[in-house]
């Protein structure tokens, strides 16, 4: 078996968590080198895994021509130029989300791939969370009848801005809309494609915010309509979904453990049942036949990490494709649009 020798730039908390673990712990990848200057993050580095290179620059990983993928864990802001020299080198490339800051980028980005024949993704690991496979699977079997309604959000409880992460500084692709925004317009999209129109309401909630922290988005589609909303000021039990259909409505509370379990140092290899929600976190299904807990889908971020070696070396279609993390980035610019608006705007690619 072949394995594929990575190359990862940027070991925060990306890096650190979601990506270096996975890599690691499959079989068919060999993490070959990670891009950091940190001091801290390097001592990290050695210690878990001592047969990965650490690289000072990015052009200096880039000139190893074993390295052929390499995975992009920096500031939103530098994904398009570090994509853009990795492609030039010959580097099939993944971008954490959000795929880039503009839609002018990503498709700088998705030209260049198909005209060098590499393979270029984004980290869309939402559509892996186990509430969210649930979902799919209850619309699939039409649990809930026609659609009419989908509520999403993605909430936490810290209601003072923190003053030394990036994410939340006035820069370029930072702010809440980019970062959890991005996986519900995505989640959204793989539902139920690319909707007619959009309204955004996006405020600054949070003592001392530099940039957007709080949204409140509405996709509207012929026959029903999608609803995302995060903010950092929800304490306490959090809704995840709602799902309203002509035969009933299915509700989830909680977020997917994967995240919880890589943050706290587990792998795949290391959880018997990797993925698998406890039954506290279950949904529920109201409908006009019955009213009953729905076991949670196994969550399955590795599967991410399978799907790409099985494209590279058999040709398998991309879980995610360079053109959909790109109209995600599309409708966060109509969501800015219409803010300052104040209206509905019509999407447009």
């Not at 009419?148 to 006035?170: G, M, T, V």
């Amino acid at each position: 078996m072949k394995r594929i020798k990575v190359g990862l730039i940027g070991y925060g908390m990306s890096g650190e968590v979601f990506h270096a673990p996975l890599i690691n712990n499959n079989e068919n990848y060999d993490l070959a080198g990670i891009v950091t200057k940190n001091s801290v993050r390097i001592k990290k580095i050695e210690k878990k895994y001592p047969n990965t290179k650490i690289y000072k620059t990015i052009e200096g990983l880039l000139k190893n021509d074993e390295i052929t993928l390499v995975v992009v864990g920096t500031p939103n802001q530098f994904h398009f130029s570090i994509a853009d020299k990795a492609l030039s080198n010959n580097k099939h490339v993944i971008l954490e989300k959000p795929f880039t800051v503009t839609t002018k980028e990503a498709d700088k980005l998705i030209h260049k791939a198909h005209k060098k024949n590499l393979m270029l993704t984004a980290y869309h690991n939402r559509r892996l969370d186990s509430d969210f496979l649930t979902l799919q699977r209850l619309i699939k079997e039409n649990k809930v009848g026609e659609v009419r309604e989908l509520i999403s959000h993605f909430d936490r409880f810290a209601p003072i801005a923190p003053k030394n992460k990036w994410r939340y500084k006035n820069l370029p692709g930072a702010g809440v809309l980019y970062d959890l925004g991005s996986h519900l317009i995505d989640q959204a999209l793989v539902l139920f494609g690319l909707p007619n129109s959009i309204f955004a309401d996006l405020r600054k909630e949070r003592i001392g915010s530099e940039t957007i922290d709080a949204f409140h988005l509405i996709l509207f589609y012929d026959d029903l309509r999608v609803i995302l909303s995060s903010s950092f000021m929800v304490k306490g039990k959090r809704l995840k979904f709602q799902l309203n259909g002509t035969k009933g409505t299915f509700r989830k509370y909680g977020l997917d453990v994967q995240e919880e379990h890589l943050v706290s140092g587990e792998t795949p290899g290391k959880v018997f049942e990797w993925g698998q929600e406890p039954r506290r976190l279950w949904g529920t299904l109201d409908s006009v036949d019955t009213y009953s807990i729905i076991e949670s889908e196994k969550g399955d971020y590795p599967y991410f990490y399978d799907n790409i070696y099985e494209h590279l070396m058999n040709n398998k279609p991309l879980l995610v494709k360079a053109t959909e993390a790109r109209n995600v980035i599309r409708l966060i610019e109509l969501a800015y649009e219409s803010h300052e608006k104040s209206c509905v705007i019509k999407v447009n690619l």
